[in-house]
């Protein structure tokens, strides 16, 4: 019996084409599907101020104030319990 070290199993993907970049491309695609089928325009209105804007837009900027209140307030998130 000899030692060899044990070598990786070699990929049949190219090594530009990561889990991540598949990943990034398939919510790409998700996205464009998801504007393309939501061009409705409602109407939004807070306090005195109303807006039509189409619903993917409205959508968007919903999203993006969710991220910013997650990353300004990180104690939100749930605690893993050690």
Do not use: Y
């Not at 993907?13 to 599907?33: C, D, F, Q, S, Y």
């Not at 039509?52 to 209140?69: E, Q």
């Amino acid at each position: 019996m000899t030692n060899s070290p044990a070598t990786p199993p070699q990929s049949s993907r190219p090594a530009w084409l990561t889990t991540r970049l598949i990943t990034a491309v398939g919510l790409a695609i998700l996205a464009v599907i998801f504007i393309v089928t939501n061009q409705g325009t409602v109407r939004v209105q807070i306090l005195v101020w109303a807006v039509n804007s189409p619903l993917w837009a409205l959508i968007l900027v919903l999203l993006v104030v969710g991220i910013a209140i997650g990353s300004l307030f990180p104690w939100l998130k749930s605690r893993k319990k050690n």
